[in-house]
């Protein structure tokens, strides 16, 4: 199996009626209904999710308090996680936060999805998990086609951005959230609560509910 090209499917059972009237079950691999996330991940990228990912799911994505500010807080508890199966807390209190590079602007007619993540600068852990440790760091996806200025509003999931597959974290990355970029987006532009989420489903597992129908 080739870990970088090997796709993940859920399996799903359903009754089908027989022609006998008895009902038997077709059990087969099945895609979301139309209109909700797929998971877009593979292989390898589910073994990175079982190595990485938060543990305190309360450290939620805000604004930086500038333009183009990014913020993760979690107030006096920290944030705890792996990061490559090695655990971790920063305990520091307040606020990580950093900002996005032109890479995040886009056209009239595009759209990206912008990946937020915590940035270690490397292993073992007493080198990078001091107090107030860890910076955000952004991976940025790329563009896709939309009609012109027809995404001006992050939250046009069913429409446009549910298409668009979130972009990878690099080996140190902790992602803790994801940005939807809309048409017309200039890099000085303030980004929008709107613009921000932090769905540790999607992030760091398999969102079975848009699977399961």
Known sequence: MSVEGENIYSIASVPVSAGDGRPYTYTGPTLPPTGVSAPQIDMLEFMR???????????????????????????????????????????????????????????????????VCIGMSALPVASSFALAGGVLQFTYGPAVRTSANAANSGGLGLSYFDAVALPRASANEVPVGWINVVNSFPTSAGINASHMFTDYRVVQGMNFSAILA
């Open 49 to 115: 999710r079982c190595m990485t990912h938060i543990f305190t799911p309360s450290a939620t994505l805000a604004s930086g308090g500038s333009a183009g500010s990014i913020a993760l807080t979690f107030g006096a508890s920290g944030v705890a996680g792996m990061v490559q199966g090695v655990p971790f807390i920063i305990s520091a209190t307040g606020t990580l936060s950093g900002s996005p590079t032109s890479l995040i602007s886009t056209a009239s007619n595009e759209i990206r999805k912008v990946l």
